[in-house]
């Protein structure tokens, strides 16, 4: 653990809440670096509710979660951390029985996302895995708006990849354990909004005297939190899953009026071309052809790259809908019966009726970007599409 220690006075990467019986909740000293969380975590537990919030999770905080996890909390744990730090693992809500020892419940969600922010500089995650890339992707994706070079310093649009994960376990609706890993390696510190660190969660406890939950992005206190796991674990999952629909929404947003002004100016562009090659100017000819040849193999290179990112975007954005699709017919279930009735409980009725509404909206974006894709091409002139330079351009 000589590595673990190094960690001690390093950067805050968590943060601890414990429930008592009486629903009183206590905080673990504010944030805690990896090595404060794992010498909290090898204290004897005397609540019986524990949530755990990690902020970019890392190797380091991987160890301090692997080393005190206790021995019936493994396997749902061990698999939980992979498919946080795997991207492909995609969109994911599971719920299930681990029969190892004394059984117990395991409930999850994996939201990936990609959070478009205006940085000057790419922010580059500094998690690697061993073939030493980021752990996390980004893109700029500046080239939707103009091929051309920028000449103000107004910052670049990069998107980067994201995700938010939970784990809520344990063996009955009174003792339980919480996990919630989520990517902030994105955000810049002096942007005037919650940010959903560490430290802007400290700072709330510091000026206002309230204990957000983290868990439910400071929608509501720890002291307040429902303490019926299936009834936090779908809380959690509403409010998450808006959360993200709003970074999607901007995105989309972002990309159609990106679209249409690429696409303009392309239009305005390519008419100051044929207007010079025109037989009102026969001897500039040669240089509007070339200029047009030139335009009509940007537009190829762009048409490229913008398909490239829609077929990306629209497969997560799609495996969203297919994942809570399959959630309501199947795995719902699991979410009845609270007290023997058939019934669902009031708070549950709030979140799934919030996770259905988030549902159709997502799809309502997919079929955008979908759009998007399918009408590029109309958008395209007909003297365009038929040059011999840009058939050619399409054959390379």
């Known amino acids: 653990m000589q590595g673990l220690e190094k960690t001690a006075g390093s950067l805050k990467v968590s943060l601890l809440d414990d429930t008592d019986d009486g629903g009183c909740s206590s905080l673990h000293g504010g944030g805690l670096t990896a090595f404060d ?9 005397e609540e019986n509710i524990r949530r ?15 080393a005190t996890a206790s021995e019936s909390q493994a396997a749902a744990l061990g698999e939980f951390i992979y498919r946080h730090l795997q991207w492909n693992t995609g969109t994911r809500l599971d719920n299930r029985i681990i029969p190892d020892g004394i059984p117990r419940y395991a409930l999850e969600f994996h939201l990936p996302f990609y959070a478009l922010r205006k940085h ?15 752990l996390r992707q980004s893109q700029d994706v500046s080239f939707l708006r103009t091929l051309l070079e920028k000449n103000d310093n107004s910052g670049n649009d990069i998107i980067y990849q994201a995700k938010v994960s939970c784990l809520v376990s344990g063996w009955d609706r009174y003792s339980w354990v919480a996990y919630m890993f989520i990517d902030l390696y994105f955000e810049e510190s002096h942007v005037d909004e919650d940010l959903e660190s560490i430290t802007d969660y400290e700072q709330h406890l510091r000026d206002d005297g309230v204990r ?9 206190t720890s002291h307040a939190a429902l303490r019926e796991p299936r009834e936090y674990f779908l809380q959690v999952l509403a ?4 959360k993200t629909k709003h970074e999607w929404k901007h995105l989309v947003a972002y990309i159609d009026e990106a679209i249409k002004t690429y696409m303009s100016d392309y239009k305005i562009r390519l008419e100051q071309a044929e207007s010079s090659s025109g037989s009102a100017n026969p001897g500039g000819s040669g240089k509007g052809n070339t200029a047009r040849t030139t335009l009509q193999l940007e537009l190829h290179e762009w048409l490229k790259m913008t398909t490239a990112l829609l077929r990306e975007l629209i497969n997560t954005i799609e495996e969203y ?13 699991y979410f009845r019966s609270f007290t023997h009735s058939t019934n669902v409980s009031g708070p549950a ?24 894709k399918d009408n590029l091409s109309k958008d395209i002139p007909r003297q365009v599409i038929m040059s011999p330079h840009f058939r050619a351009a399409q054959k390379a």
Do not use: C
């Open 120 to 134: 000057k500089k790419t922010l580059r995650d500094l998690r690697t895995r061993r073939t030493g890339e980021p």
């Open 37 to 45: 969380l794992y010498k909290a975590l090898r204290r004897p537990v």
């Open 349 to 372: 009725i709030v979140s799934l009726t919030t996770i259905q509404g988030v549902r159709d909206e997502l799809e309502r974006l997919s079929i955008k970007l979908q759009d998007f």
């Open 239 to 242: 409010v998450r899953l808006s």
């Open 52 to 66: 755990i919030y990690v902020a970019n999770i890392d190797r380091w905080t991987v160890l301090s979660l692997a």
């Open 321 to 333: 809908v297919r994942e809570l699709d399959r959630f309501f017919s199947k795995g719902v279930h």
């Open 212 to 220: 957000l939950d983290p868990f439910t992005a400071g929608e509501t």
